[in-house]
Nanobody
């Protein structure tokens, strides 16, 4: 069973930075096809995709975070990261890590973490 555990959330002022981490266990993706990504859900809003990264090193970002967020992964540590800079109050949300293995298709994720809360104050 795959487990994804997020960490790194917190409260910062607008303009600040945070780095989210997602530790994956139960599956070694080092040599397999996969897509991993970060999603977020703000209070009263639908969940949205923030950034994805696949085993071909292709990345995707939602327009609202382009130039401010960077997705990456540490293969040896089986950990996915989201470096967030120039944070805005509208980035406030619960952030979830998700993954799909055996495919680079990011449209549907098979595994989800429980989330880490990011709060940005103005």
């Amino acid at each position: 069973q795959v487990q994804l555990v997020e960490s790194g959330g917190g409260s910062v002022q607008a303009g600040g930075s945070l780095r989210l981490s997602c530790a994956a266990s139960g599956y070694t993706y080092s040599s397999s096809s996969y897509c991993m990504g970060w999603f977020r859900q703000a209070p009263g809003k639908e969940r949205e995709g923030v950034a994805t990264l696949d085993s071909g090193a292709r990345t995707w970002y939602v327009d609202s975070v382009k130039g401010r967020f960077t997705i990456s992964r540490d293969k040896a540590k089986n950990t996915l990261y989201l470096q967030m800079s120039s944070l805005k109050p509208e980035d406030t949300a619960m952030y979830y890590c998700a993954a799909r293995y055996g495919s680079t298709w990011c449209g549907t994720m098979s595994y989800w973490g429980k989330g880490t809360l990011v709060t940005i104050s103005s």
